[in-house]
């Protein structure tokens, strides 16, 4: 599991990065369909570490909870 997560956070900080990227070459060139692309990849910067972060923390409730049962 520890390596899945690995590889899971290497790929999130790939993905941020590239909408980072993204997000000031969109903010620079300052067109109109730019400035679409540009609200759309702030935004995905802003939900999908969100999304993530609560995804992991409900996976890690649900095995406490989980884990606990069958202590029981």
């Known amino acids: 599991m520890k390596k899945v997560k690995q590889v899971l956070a290497i790929l999130l900080i790939l993905i941020l990065i590239g909408l980072y990227v993204s997000t000031l070459v969109f903010a620079i060139i300052g067109s109109?369909?730019?400035?679409?692309?540009?609200?759309?990849?702030?935004?995905?910067?802003?939900?999908?570490?969100?999304?993530?972060?609560?995804?992991?923390?409900?996976?890690?409730?649900?095995?406490?909870?989980?884990e606990k049962k069958g202590e029981e």
């Open 32 to 66: 109109e369909r730019a400035m679409v692309w540009l609200k759309i990849s702030i935004y995905a910067t802003i939900v999908l570490p969100v999304l993530l972060w609560a995804y992991g923390f409900i996976y890690k409730m649900i095995k406490d909870d989980h």
